[in-house]
Structure formats: C-alpha cells, structure tokens
C-alpha cells in the first residue's frame, strides 16, 4: 500500500500564488508516474500535471506556463507550483501515484485551494 498526504493549498488572490506538496510513504513502486489533478465542485476531476519518476512532464493545456510540476525522488515528494492563479483554478486538488508496471492507483486525500476574484 501506498499513501499520500497533500498540504499547501489555501485561499489566494487572483494572480497570486501557491505550492502544493505530496509525499508518499509505504510500499512506492520504483518506477511510477505521479501528478496531481482537480475537481471543481459539480465537475468531473481532471489532470493537471504528471511527472514520472524519469520521463517527459505533461500539463493540462489549461495550466501551460503557469504551473510547473516538480518531484524529488528521495524524499518521494512531488511538488506543484502555481503562478498566476485565476478564480477558475478553484477545486480540490488531488495527489496521484501510478504503478507504471502493475497499473495500481493511489490517490491522497485532497487539498483546497480556492483563489477570489
């Protein structure tokens, strides 16, 4: 089993800024792919960056130049900054870890991160 815990997110200006973070601990595949997604209230969740343990980074067309995620491997930990926050990056957003091999899916447990207008 794996787990993840998320922090960092809160309430922010428009074109303000936030960092989130998530580590994982347990049994962490060596080869796996993590990233965070979001799901706004009444929407469905989607992904909003991914980074694999060694590999291409990818982002939502929607976040492009304004989020860079980031990972650091030894201390299983991936990180996504947020620039330039607009009201519509409102929702909870959620850590991810994929087992690259055996296609095993964790999910932490959410954070808020609610940017005002």
């Known amino acids: 089993q794996v787990q993840l815990v998320e922090s960092g997110g809160g309430l922010v200006q428009a074109g303000g800024s936030l960092r989130l973070s998530c580590t994982a601990s347990?049994?962490?595949?060596?080869?796996?792919?993590m990233g965070w997604y979001r799901q706004a209230p009444g929407k469905q969740r989607d992904l909003v960056a991914y980074?694999?343990?060694?590999?291409?980074?990818g982002y939502a067309d929607s976040v492009k130049g304004r989020f860079t995620i980031s990972r650091d491997n030894a201390k299983n930990t991936v990180y996504l900054q947020m620039n330039s926050l607009k009201p519509e990056d409102t929702a909870v957003y959620y850590c991810?870890?994929?087992?690259?091999?055996?296609?095993?899916?964790?999910w932490g447990q959410g954070t808020q991160v609610t940017v005002s207008s």
């Open positions: 991810n870890l994929i087992a690259t091999i055996t296609g095993d899916t964790y």
């Open positions: 980074k694999p343990s060694s590999g291409i980074t």
């Open positions: 347990g049994s962490i595949p060596g080869i796996n792919v």
